[in-house]
Each structure stands twice: as C-alpha cells, then as structure tokens.
C-alpha cells in the first residue's frame, strides 16, 4: 500500500510561480517510478511530468518542458513540481501518481496509486 498527498496547490497570476508537494508513505520498494498528472474541466487525465526515483531521470510533456521542474527528496519520499511562468491553460487539478515498474512514464493507466489531487487555478 502506498498513500500520496498533494499540497500547494492554489490560484496564481499569469506569469506566476507554484511548487506542488507529493507527500508519500507506505511501501515504497523497488526501482519505482512517480509521475505528476493533471485534469482540466471537461478534458482527459494528462501526463504532467514523471521521475525515475531511484536513477533520478526525469520527463516532461511538450506543454510544460522548461517552465516545470519535477524534483524528489529520497530521505522524505516527497516529490516535487515547481511550476513557473504558468498561463491559464495550466488550470487543472493536479495529481501524483505511483507505479512499480520504472518504464512507460506516460499513460494515467499504469499508475497505481493516486493522490486526491490539489486545485490549480491561473488567472489572466
């Protein structure tokens, strides 16, 4: 069993910055792998980021490369997203997700275990 809790989530102006938390507890065994998820009103689950825990390699969307850096603390089991220059379109609720297996970063449906999400709002 794993249990993740997101914070930091809140409303911010175009251009703004915020850094979402992933708190983890339970088993965390394995070469895993966490991953950030976000779901705009009306759209699809889509990948965010994602974070080899173990080897440390990080991916991104397209949408966000260079603005958003996801980051861990291993001592902690806390993951990271700092979010900057953020426009409207980012407005989403934002999940961390966890998987077993380090590989296949990008689909919502190899993750197991989810937060309950935290509310981004970025107004123009």
């Known amino acids: 069993q794993v249990q993740l809790v997101e914070s930091g989530g809140g409303v911010v102006q175009e251009g703004g910055s915020l850094r979402l938390s992933c708190a983890g507890a339970?088993?965390?065994?394995?070469?895993?792998?966490m991953g950030w998820f976000r779901q705009a009103p009306g759209k699809e689950r889509e990948f965010v980021a994602a974070?080899?825990?173990?080897?440390?390699?990080?991916y991104y969307a397209d949408s966000v490369k260079g603005r958003f850096t996801i980051s861990r603390d291993n001592g902690r089991r806390t993951m990271f997203l700092q979010m900057m220059s953020l426009k409207p379109e980012d407005t989403a609720v934002y999940y961390c997700?966890?998987?077993?297996?380090?590989?296949?970063?990008?689909?919502?449906?190899?993750?197991?275990?989810w937060g309950q999400g935290t509310q981004v709002t970025v107004s123009s």
């Open positions: 997700a966890h998987k077993a297996v380090d590989s296949d970063y990008y689909a919502a449906d190899d993750y197991y275990y």
């Open positions: 339970g088993q965390f065994q394995g070469n895993y792998a």
């Open positions: 974070l080899s825990w173990i080897g440390g390699r990080t």
